[in-house]
């Protein structure tokens, strides 16, 4: 089974950006969607973006509306989540997703370790 394995967390100040990469490791990574996960100490999970296979379709959180962009590189079997103008309430951990099936059943079966993101103030 495809595997996913990501990249680009770390500790950064109110105002930064950062960048997320999550690499599949197969060809088969173009049929998937992709969906972007966080979790907070304490806070369940929140799906704060999806993409399908080929990039047209992309949704986010109201939560995060404005300020993460997702996209992927097929070519690269890579799935991006850009984070901009981050804040506190930001700090979580960042899981990518990714399932065929899911732009119909809202389910992943597959997942990556997740990077922690921290947001100091």
């Known amino acids: 089974q495809m595997q996913l394995t990501e990249s680009g967390g770390g500790l950064v100040q109110a105002g930064d950006s950062l960048r997320l990469s999550c690499q599949g490791s197969?060809?088969?990574?173009?049929?998937?969607?992709v969906g972007w996960f966080r979790q907070a100490p304490g806070k369940g999970r929140e799906l704060v973006a999806t993409?399908?296979?080929?990039?047209?379709?992309?949704e986010y959180a109201d939560s995060v509306k404005g300020r993460l962009t997702i996209s992927r590189d097929n070519a690269k079997k890579t799935p991006y989540l850009k984070m901009d103008a981050l804040q506190p309430e930001d700090t979580a951990r960042y899981h990518c997703?990714?399932?065929?099936?899911?732009?119909?059943?809202?389910?992943?079966?597959?997942w990556g370790e997740g990077p922690q993101v921290t947001v100091s103030s």
């Open positions: 997703a990714a399932d065929y099936f899911a732009p119909t059943t809202g389910q992943y079966d597959i």
């Open positions: 197969d060809r088969t990574f173009k049929i998937y969607a």
């Open positions: 993409i399908n296979s080929l990039g047209k379709t992309v």
